[in-house]
T-cell receptor
Framework: AQTVTQSQPEMSVQEAETVTLSCTYDTSESDYYLFWYKQPPSRQMILVIRQEAYKQQNATENRFSVNFQKAAKSFSLKISDSQLGDAAMYFCAYMQETSGSRLTFGEGTQLTVNP | DSGVTQTPKHLITATGQRVTLRCSPRSGDLSVYWYQQSLDQGLQFLIQYYNGEERAKGNILERFSAQQFPDLHSELNLSSLELGDSALYFC?????????????FGEGSRLTVL
């Protein structure tokens, strides 16, 4: 079974600084997708960024970028120029390509942004 | 606003009772997913429906059941409730039944079992 591990229960960053959230996963599949979802205090889960395993290029969405290391099964999220609105719980998630959008989530990392 | 609507937002009930959680997906989305978020289990996939038919089943208890209706809204039924069923129940939708991974989540229904 696939597992997703986030080893940092909590992280904090100063406003305008950069922070990196870590995620590792375990799978025997070769075709899969990885995601970072954000859960702000409003509780609603929001997709931040997505990476296809077959793509070597790291995904980027504005201030959010990932470092995808397929051999190491590592998928970290870098948030640049952190903003107060980035404060949230961040979940790393895995999806096997044939699973029909069924996501396996990590435990989450609570990010605090200090003004 | 994701376009996914869940009701009720909060629900408090007693052990042994039965509740129904409702979800309206985004307009045009054919797939509905139910997830449970609890402190001890984290976020867990329960079940997926695609255009009215069950597509995938995860860690859903036998006391729980779901269905998707012809108008594509979905209901999650939880019966013989136990204290451990207290959790946030999310509904999510996606346009298709496969290979997207981009889910649009509702705000969840927080269930408290006393």
């Amino acid at each position: 079974a696939q597992t997703v591990t986030q080893s940092q229960p909590e992280m904090s960053v100063q406003e305008a600084e950069t922070v990196t959230l870590s995620c590792t996963y375990d799978t025997s599949e070769s075709d899969y997708y990885l995601f970072w979802y954000k859960q702000p205090p409003s509780r609603q889960m929001i997709l931040v960024i997505r990476q296809e395993a077959y793509k070597q290029q790291n995904a980027t969405e504005n201030r959010f970028s990932v470092n995808f290391q397929k051999a190491a099964k590592s998928f970290s999220l870098k948030i640049s120029d952190s903003q107060l609105g980035d404060a949230a719980m961040y979940f790393c998630a895995y999806m096997q390509e044939t699973s029909g959008s069924r996501l396996t989530f990590g435990e989450g990392t609570q990010l605090t942004v200090n003004p | 606003d994701s376009g996914v609507t869940q009701t009720p937002k909060h629900l408090i009930t007693a052990t042994g009772q039965r509740v129904t959680l409702r979800c309206s997906p985004r307009s045009g989305d054919l797939s509905v997913y139910w997830y449970q978020q609890s402190l001890d289990q984290g976020l867990q996939f329960l079940i997926q429906y695609y255009n009215g038919e069950e597509r995938a089943k995860g860690n859903i208890l036998e006391r729980f059941s779901a269905q998707q209706f012809p108008d594509l809204h979905s209901e999650l039924n939880l019966s013989s409730l136990e204290l451990g069923d207290s959790a946030l129940y999310f509904c999510a939708s996606s346009p298709r039944g496969w290979n997207t991974g981009e889910l649009f989540f509702g705000e969840g229904s927080r269930l408290t079992v006393l």
